[in-house]
């Protein structure tokens, strides 16, 4: 999951640079959604509520 929030900051920045707002406001929102998720199942994990093994 690490891997596809870089790769949509990634397309975030490159098309902000182009000048596409909306490509790039579009690519922002799903790498934040994406670093919500990943850091509430680091949350959960990090207080045993899943198990990891």
């Known amino acids: 999951m690490i ?4 790769i949509l ?4 920045a ?3 640079l182009l000048g ?8 922002a929102t ?3 959604i994406l670093i919500g998720i990943v850091l509430i199942i ?5 207080l ?5 093994a």
Request: aromatic share 10%; glycine share 6%.
């Open 20 to 27: 596409m707002p909306a490509l790039a406001g579009a690519a």
């Open 14 to 16: 490159a098309a902000s």
């Open 9 to 12: 900051l990634i397309i975030a």
């Open 48 to 52: 045993d509520v899943f198990a990891v």
């Open 42 to 46: 680091f949350l959960l994990v990090m």
């Open 30 to 32: 799903g790498a934040r």
């Open 3 to 6: 891997k596809w929030i870089i």
